[in-house]
């Protein structure tokens, strides 16, 4: 397994499983963005978890990863007796001290829609925040999503200029 994350095909199968047992009721159902809501929010906060290298969301994020894969490997392993098969890991980018203020805002909202939530969407939004740390993680999707981390640092920038009162 990779050192850093300890990411394995069986962990991202696993995640992916966890992704379609969320997806799919929102498909067979109406289709209501607002749904996706729950899932999609702790998806942002997994996926954006990836990038703080140094800090506690960093730390949780390949923790998650690890579990997961480490999990998905042994039952793999007990159920048809393959061994692991370890994943290369990447990351988005990084975040500025700006953009690391965002991602602490979008978790403080993911916590507060957390406890507001019921029963079903609280398990919605762990299962985003999981397959979106061990999705966030693989190099194609971190390549796709590259994006993300700019995002959060320019929406930073943008704070601390409106908190300077410059508003060019």
Not at 26 to 42: N, T
Not at 87 to 96: A, D, F, I, K, V
């Amino acid at each position: 397994m990779n050192a850093a994350t300890g990411l394995s095909l069986a962990g991202v199968a696993a995640a992916l499983a966890i992704m379609w047992a969320n997806f799919r009721p929102w498909w067979k159902g109406g289709r209501d963005p607002k749904a996706l809501i729950p899932y999609g929010s702790g998806w942002l906060l997994g996926s954006l978890a990836t990038v703080c290298a140094g800090g506690a969301l960093g730390w949780g994020a390949a923790g998650i990863a690890g579990l997961l894969s480490k999990g998905g490997d042994t039952a793999v392993g007990s159920a048809i007796g393959t061994g692991a098969a370890a994943l290369s890991s990447s990351r988005m980018g990084t975040l500025t001290p700006e953009g690391g203020i965002v991602v602490s805002l979008v978790l403080v909202a993911v916590v507060l829609l957390h406890r507001a939530s019921g029963k079903l969407d609280r398990r919605r939004i762990i299962g985003g925040i999981i397959t979106g740390a061990v999705l966030g993680f693989l190099p194609g999707v971190a390549a796709a999503l590259d994006w993300l981390p700019d995002v959060a640092n320019q929406a930073g920038a943008w704070g601390r200029d409106l908190a300077n009162g410059n508003t060019a």
